[in-house]
């Protein structure tokens, strides 16, 4: 199953990715059964650049909620709207740093949307 997650770098690069998951079911992570009715755990088997290193040096796909995930492209380009807002208004609260709307529309323009193949 096809979904989109929106990711933000430490260097402040926001991103779009299209993503293969695989829901947990129950007989593997009985914890799933405890949550509420419309929420899940999600397997992420690609892109693989999203894949987490464990203590043995390999690698292991992520395992993210639901609330993590979009449904489209369109609902994953509103909520990076959000993200990238919110950025800065957290450098002006926590700052003081001052910024203008064409400030925030470079931001938005500068973000990247990777599908998978």
Known sequence: MRKFIV?????????????EIELIQAVEDQSVMWLPKEEYKARIIAPKSLYEKQ???????PVWYSHAFCWTIYQARVYADRV??????????????????????????????????
């Open 7 to 19: 990711q933000t770098t430490r260097d402040g690069q926001t991103s779009i990715i299209e993503v």
């Open 55 to 61: 203590e043995d040096g390999s690698l292991a796909p």
């Open 84 to 117: 990238v807002r919110s950025l800065f208004e957290q450098e002006l609260r926590h700052h003081g740093t001052v910024y203008t709307e064409q400030q925030v529309q470079q931001k938005l323009s500068e973000i990247q949307e990777v599908k998978l193949p």
